[in-house]
């Protein structure tokens, strides 16, 4: 890992071009191969017949290594497919040398897998070809307006057709890879309910859980991208205490500047605030993440200060800061001005990103103070609200650890690994579950068994065009009611999300937490 860090960082500033560009290609491919080969060694020595329990965790890193690997380097596949053979074959080949059969499956179902994820890697390749493409050609046409000082149709032309092909880019990766990460996360919450708190095994399964949570913030990240830009993310304002709103962003502040060493000054005023209480907690958080991340020494400064009209809060850092060239640039997707090795520890590059955006939809001014080599201060001004209708329910309030024994629960998901998975939790909970397919023969099995259910999940992409919310209907109509139901999904393309939210049905995107799982149900059940 060292080799490869100071192998990136010579290439990070190495001027590529057609001489030296299939070299750099080989060295990188090079390091991914012995970067594979050792977890494939792990496979060969760890995955022994008579303890499952490593086949297992084995299978669920790969799985989202393998996912992660598809998603950051398909345009590369030299690249993918030096890294995921020493992986994936060593495995399977250790499986079928185990010579008895339960095992064989699962040498098929690992081939089968590899065989899937180059299938799969193919459109996302060619989805960010067409944007590098795309890219390149607005920057030539920026130019050409430059020095013509006028903005062309063809100009605002070629811009719309590079948002649509990030969002065809987004939309087929987050859902095909949603996909294994939906079924790792609900098996590992499983395995975490069958293990007993004080053994080792627990320990490592809690290990695996925080590594799916890790990839299910990266998802997470890009659907607020894409709710923010489809216009479907709903503004619900209500006059708030502030100091008592951020109470628990303030205690996780004090936690994440201990583990740094980090001198924390917090300052937060009794301010009443008008504003949307859940957007300015994610705007707050991505702001103190962001000054938290890139300062390696010194202080952070949490505060607030009425300025009149306003209620400013500002996140203040010692970091490295931005050069006055930078400051726009931060703003934009994937921009990491001070992460040339793409360390994933510090993030994929949207949380300033996300800031704006929610700062534009709620019509805060934000604004940048920054010196480099002295550090940055980040501000956003409020309306303020009044004390007199404060909201009498805080937001976020909600059950802990709610019970869902007895609930009758009907599954609906074409993907047989997904309804595996979500059944296994479900009784896990103590819940009845009954699995189908589709509608029709989610229908065929309530008339057969002359039941209905509690409560409806259902996935929201099915096959033969048809989607949940029509299974839904289909399944009320049935049995002449309105059931509760949750749609779960993985797109995040606009249209697709714009479409979800018409349904007025609740929704939860994959991979989907399973606690969140839990209390919305509950929520949805309880009468």
């Known amino acids: 890992t060292i080799a490869r860090v100071i192998h990136l960082k010579k290439f990070t500033v190495t001027d590529i071009n057609q001489d030296n560009v299939n070299k750099a290609i080989f060295e990188l491919s090079?390091?991914?191969?012995?970067?594979?080969?050792?977890?494939?060694?792990?496979?060969i020595h760890w995955v022994t017949p008579d303890n499952l329990i490593n086949a297992v965790i084995t299978l669920m890193i790969f799985t989202g290594m393998v996912a992660t690997a598809t998603i950051t380097t398909s345009h590369v596949m030299p690249y993918l497919l030096a890294f995921i053979s020493p992986i994936l074959?060593?495995?399977?080949?250790?499986?079928?040398?185990?010579?008895?059969?339960?095992?064989?499956?699962?040498?098929?179902?690992?081939?089968?897998?590899?065989?899937?994820?180059l299938l799969s890697a193919r459109p996302i390749r060619a989805y960010i070809s067409e944007t590098i493409e795309l890219r390149?050609?607005?920057?030539?046409?920026?130019e050409t307006m430059k020095q013509e000082h006028a903005i062309t149709e063809l100009a605002l032309a070629n811009a719309n057709q590079t948002n649509i092909a990030k969002s065809r880019f987004f939309a087929a990766a987050s859902h095909d890879l949603r996909q294994p990460l939906q079924s790792l996360s609900l098996f590992t919450a499983t395995l975490h309910?069958?293990?007993?708190?004080?053994?080792?095994?627990k320990i490592i399964v809690n290990q695996i859980d925080s590594s799916v949570k890790s990839l299910e913030e990266l998802f997470n990240a890009l659907l607020d991208i894409s709710a923010l830009d489809a216009g479907t993310q709903k503004v619900h304002k209500q006059h708030i205490p502030l100091n008592l709103q951020l109470t628990q962003l303030k205690l996780e502040l004090m936690e994440l500047t201990r583990a740094k060493n980090l001198q924390l000054n917090i300052d937060i005023g009794e301010h009443i605030v008008f504003t949307d209480a859940v957007l300015l907690d994610r705007l707050l958080r991505n702001l103190t993440s962001n000054a938290i991340r890139y300062t390696e020494s010194g202080k952070i400064t949490f505060k607030s200060e009425d300025t009149g009209d306003t209620i400013k809060i500002s996140v203040i850092d010692t970091g490295k800061g931005i050069t006055e060239d930078d400051q726009e640039r931060i703003f934009e997707e994937f921009v990491q001005l001070q992460n040339p090795e793409r360390d994933r520890t510090k993030g994929l590059g949207l949380g300033l990103s996300i800031v704006k955006r929610i700062s534009d939809l709620l019509n805060y001014e934000l604004s940048v103070k920054t010196e480099p080599g002295v550090g940055s201060e980040f501000s956003v001004s409020i309306a303020k609200g009044d004390i007199e209708l404060i909201a009498a329910q805080p937001l976020g309030t909600k059950n802990i650890d709610p019970e869902l024994d007895g609930r009758f629960v009907l599954v609906i998901d074409d993907e047989e690994q997904i309804r595996l998975s979500m059944e296994g939790l479900l009784i896990a909970w103590g819940c009845t579950?009954?699995?189908?397919?589709?509608?029709?023969?989610?229908?065929?099995?309530?008339?057969?068994?002359?039941?209905v259910p509690d409560i409806i999940l259902s996935d929201f992409r099915l096959r033969n065009n048809e989607t949940g919310g029509d299974a839904i209907d289909a399944i009320n109509k049935h049995v002449k009611k309105q059931l509760p139901s949750i749609l779960i999904t993985g797109d995040i393309a606009p249209d697709k999300l714009q479409e979800l939210n018409s349904l007025g049905i609740p929704i939860l995107h994959k991979p989907c937490d399973p606690s969140r799982l839990k209390q919305m149900m509950h929520e949805a059940t309880d009468h």
């Open 433 to 451: 579950v009954m699995v189908a397919s589709s509608g029709d023969e989610a229908i065929s099995q309530l008339i057969e068994f002359d039941e």
């Open 30 to 43: 090079a390091f991914a191969f012995l970067a594979g080969s050792f977890w494939g060694i792990l496979a």
């Open 193 to 201: 309910s069958h293990i007993e708190d004080d053994s080792d095994q």
């Open 136 to 142: 390149f050609r607005n920057n030539d046409l920026v």
């Open 89 to 117: 074959i060593p495995t399977a080949y250790q499986f079928y040398t185990f010579g008895e059969p339960r095992f064989y499956w699962l040498t098929g179902l690992i081939v089968v897998h590899f065989l899937i994820t």
